[in-house]
């Protein structure tokens, strides 16, 4: 709470005048807002399902809980508003490229406007277990047109720091279908005809999904993680980089380690 | 039906080489369909509630019927995948611009490639109330940005003919409001406070449409009807428009009138 405010502070301190400017531009020429608008910062995971992201996002919330800042989680399709039909429209499994694509951005528009954007701007920390990169991961594997995809979601502020957790497939294969979970239809890419096997499908589309994420990485400027390291070692490498957001009294002050007990 | 057969054999015969050509090119390069790739005609109406553009779509899908010609029509926001969520969405008030305009688009999309598309690919005339100048003109009134909100909707082809129904904002308002119906939130446009007087607020909103319409129609090349003028004229320079299109064989045995009987 002290943290969380006297940060804020801190960073309007930072940003002050050239955030003032960028604001004042944004309004005449374009809506959208821009990182420099907000004094919050906004933290991304994106990496295939296995790779160990959502668990190292939870120790980030942790840390930075511990360190008494503002944080708040958010996780892709999770939008009140729109899960229903998203669910509804696929069971049964009467979504296009377009139609999927689509929904899943009105959902995360919805969620990004209702409470990523406010929360931002209350100075939050933003956590988002996936982001826009999923989409483009996705939706360009289902057949869109990455162009297009990117425009869809260009109402979607850029993040100050994008991890992209590596892994090999197998590795990631092994964690999620140790239990031989029951697949969804998409979620195997099942829509996309790969094989007759649930499973052989699951692992061409997550193949296909590692081709999107390692054709955009660059460009993304992702911090690429090698999530085949102890989780331990992977979460310090985390916590230094989003440290190094925070103006120096702060910096000073957030430690690295929590304790064992909390 | 006999008529509707040899309509797309002749199209076949008059689009044959050029058409072929302009697919294998879609597939190499883009995905998104376009005009001459199909066989069928997309007629569109666009213009206020109010314009009188349903009753004389009506009107141009009884002649098409007359003709034997086989004819889909379809109306904005119809699709039954989404139809549950804009309006639980639409209840709650809780639509921002980007979420509004995504919902209305993924509806579309999922009218657009389950029945316009394949229709139109199967020789049809596809009618359509309310394209996508309609997402154009009241997206952007609520603020969302032009260019995102056409690049939004490109997946859809282009119309054969969109005809814009231009009316006195007074009178469209008259034929409305006659009956004094109780106004929708969003359909006032109430979102955008315009005014505390829903009626008052549906005015303005009416009046900014009326605006973007005036706006896109050279660069969208409608073509423009004067809807003060009698029904029945304004249906007749609508037919021998949308006759135009019919190759020559077909054109000589379409009749512009329908008799009074049927």
């Known amino acids: 709470m002290m943290a969380a ?13 050239a955030g003032q400017a960028e604001s004042k531009k944004a309004e005449a020429g374009r809506r959208r807002p821009r990182r420099r608008d ?13 790779s160990g992201k959502s668990t190292q996002l939870l120790l980030l919330e942790k ?22 039909i998203t669910s509804k429209g696929k069971k049964k499994e009467a979504l296009t490229p377009t139609t999927f694509s689509l ?13 990523i954007l406010p929360l931002l ?25 990455p162009a297009w995809v ?20 197998d590795t990631a294969m092994d964690r999620i279908l140790s239990g031989r979970p029951k697949l969804k239809f998409y979620e195997a890419g099942a829509d996309l005809n790969l094989s007759k096997d649930l499973y052989e499908s699951f692992r061409i589309f997550q193949h296909r999904i590692v081709e999107q994420y390692e054709a955009m990485h660059k460009r993304e400027s992702f911090v690429v993680m090698d999530a085949t390291m102890p989780i331990h ?30």
Request: proline share 4%; glycine share 6%.
């Open 5 to 17: 405010s006297s940060r804020s502070g801190a960073a309007d301190g930072e940003h002050g005048a």
């Open 121 to 145: 701007h209350a100075g939050y920390f933003v956590l988002a277990d996936r982001y826009v990169y999923t989409a483009y991961a996705r939706d360009v594997t289902r057949g869109c047109d």
């Open 63 to 84: 840390w930075l809980r511990y360190n008494m800042f503002e944080v708040f989680r958010t996780e892709w399709n999770s939008s009140d508003i729109v899960r229903s």
């Open 103 to 115: 929904l899943h951005a009105t959902d995360f528009a919805d969620r990004f406007e209702r409470h």
């Open 150 to 169: 990117r425009k869809v979601y260009d109402f979607a502020i850029k993040p100050d720091i994008a991890f992209y957790f590596r892994v090999p497939l």
């Open 38 to 50: 907000v004094p919050g910062k906004l933290i991304v995971v994106e990496g295939i399902d296995g």
């Open 233 to 262: 070692e992977q979460q310090m490498i985390m916590r230094a980089k989003v440290r190094k957001l925070l103006p120096k009294k702060l910096k000073k002050k957030t430690v690295l380690e929590v304790p064992e007990h909390v």
